[in-house]
């Protein structure tokens, strides 16, 4: 889960700072993290957070 991997919340949250994305709520458990934005920035946010996390290789 989330507890081996320190950093994981951070790098999502710096990563949608950077593009000037705010979130308004945060929730998070062992295994996920849920973060609510504006719906304008859904597209731009799932981009960001796939590049910082390698999912967007082939």
């Not at 999502?12 to 994305?21: G, N, P, Q």
């Amino acid at each position: 889960g989330m507890r081996s991997h320190a950093g994981v919340a951070a790098t999502a949250f710096r990563a949608l700072a950077d593009k000037s994305i705010n979130i308004r709520a945060i929730t998070t458990s062992e295994i996920k993290i849920s973060i609510l934005i504006d719906g304008p920035y859904t597209e731009l946010a799932v981009r960001t957070l796939h590049s910082v996390y390698g999912l967007d290789k082939q």
